[in-house]
C-alpha cells in the first residue's frame, strides 16, 4: 500500500510539472494569438514590428517549454539523454489543444486576467497528453481519456457562465447605468469598439477594414435615453476635414461637433456637418445617433439606425472591454 501511495504521488507530481512545463507554450500561442487578433491590418510598419516582437517572444516562450517538458520526460524515463522528440511529441498536441480551447473559453472578469479556472483549463491539454504518450499504464490512459471527453464536454457551459460573470462585473463598474442603453447595430463591413459610457449615454467607434488606411475608426454609435436632443452637437471622428486647426494630436478621437439637423419623417432626423454626416432615430424608448465622416458617404445610415437590437450576456461580451482578458483568454 505505501508503495501504491508513492506512485500516485510520483504521477501527481509528474502531471503537475507537464502542466507547468506547458504554460509557457500555451502564453506564447496566445501572445500571438491576441496580437493576431487586434493588431490593425493596414497600420504599416509600426503594426509589423509589433507582431514581430510577439512571435519573437512566442517563440521564445516556445524554446522554453521545449526545455522544461525535455527535462521532465527524462525524469520520467530515469533516462539522461535523448527525450527531445518525446517533448515535441507531448507540446504540439497539447498546443493543439490549447488553440482548440482558445477558440470557445472566455475569461469572466471575476476570473481575474490570466484568471485560475481559464489558465488551469487551458493548459490542461499538456499534462493529458504527457499522460497518455510518456505514463505506460492503461489507467492512466482511461483517466486521461475520461478528463478530456469531460473537458471537451464542459468548456461550453464555462464559457457561457464566464460571459454571463463579465456583462454582470462590466455593469457593477457602472451603478446606475441602465441596461437598456447596451443595444447594438449591425453595419456592414464595420468593427465596433467596445463601448464607453458616460453623460452622453452608451458609445461605440466602428473601424472599415475595407477602405481605412491608417487605422482611424470612421464611425460612431451612440444609445441614448429618447429624451435626448438629437440636434445637439453630434459624436464624430476628427479628421483633418473637421479640425480647421488640423489638430494632429486628436486625429481619430471621438469629439462633439455642430450639425445641421433636418426632421426625416417620424422621430427621425438627418444630420450634417463639417466632414461627416448622421442620422438620429427614436425608437424603443432609446435615441440611437449614427454618424460616419465623408469616407463613408455611401452607407445608408437610416437602415444602419433602424438595425438597433439590443443584447444578451453572450452578445455583449464583444462589447466589454476588460483590460487583458480579451486576449489569449478570449480569443
Not at 80 to 88: K, L
Not at 208 to 216: L, M, S, V
Request: glycine share 12%.
Amino acid at each position: 500500500m505505501p508503495h501504491r501511495t508513492s506512485d500516485r504521488h510520483r504521477l501527481a507530481g509528474l502531471l503537475l510539472l507537464a502542466w507547468c512545463a506547458g504554460f509557457p507554450s500555451a502564453l506564447g500561442i496566445g501572445i500571438v494569438r491576441g496580437t493576431a487578433s487586434t493588431i490593425i491590418v493596414s497600420g504599416g510598419g509600426i503594426a509589423g514590428l509589433i507582431f514581430l516582437i510577439a512571435v519573437g517572444l512566442g517563440c521564445a516562450l516556445q524554446v522554453l517549454a521545449f526545455f522544461s517538458m525535455r527535462a521532465l520526460v527524462r525524469r520520467s524515463r530515469g533516462a539522461r539523454e535523448g527525450s527531445g522528440w518525446a517533448a515535441v511529441g507531448v507540446l504540439a498536441p497539447g498546443g493543439i489543444g490549447v488553440v482548440a480551447l482558445n477558440l470557445v473559453l472566455v475569461s469572466g472578469p471575476f476570473l481575474p486576467p490570466f484568471g485560475p479556472v481559464s489558465t488551469v483549463l487551458l493548459c490542461l491539454p499538456y499534462p493529458l497528453a504527457f499522460a497518455l504518450l510518456e505514463v505506460r499504464d492503461r489507467a492512466v490512459a482511461v483517466g486521461a481519456g475520461a478528463v478530456a471527453l469531460l473537458l471537451a464536454g464542459g468548456v461550453i457551459p464555462v464559457h457561457a457562465l464566464q460571459e454571463h460573470l463579465a456583462a454582470r462585473a462590466w455593469l457593477s463598474l457602472r451603478p446606475g447605468l441602465d441596461r437598456t442603453l447596451l443595444e447594438a447595430v449591425d453595419w456592414p463591413g464595420g468593427e465596433q469598439a467596445p463601448f464607453t459610457t458616460g453623460p452622453y449615454g452608451v458609445r461605440a467607434t466602428v473601424f472599415f477594414p475595407d477602405t481605412n488606411i491608417d487605422g482611424i475608426d470612421e464611425g460612431v454609435v451612440t444609445v441614448a435615453p429618447a429624451t435626448s436632443n438629437p440636434c445637439a452637437p453630434a459624436a464624430a471622428i476628427a479628421t483633418d476635414d473637421n479640425t480647421p486647426e488640423y489638430d494632429w494630436e486628436r486625429i481619430g478621437f471621438v469629439v462633439a461637433l455642430p450639425v445641421s439637423c433636418a426632421p426625416d419623417g417620424k422621430n427621425a432626423w438627418t444630420l450634417r456637418g463639417n466632414g461627416f454626416t448622421g442620422y438620429a432615430l427614436r425608437r424603443g424608448g432609446l435615441l440611437v445617433t449614427v454618424c460616419a465622416d465623408s469616407a463613408r458617404a455611401h452607407d445608408d445610415l437610416p437602415a444602419i439606425a433602424r438595425t438597433l437590437h439590443p443584447l444578451d450576456d453572450h452578445q455583449l461580451w464583444p462589447h466589454l472591454f476588460l483590460g487583458w482578458t480579451p486576449t489569449w483568454l478570449a480569443m
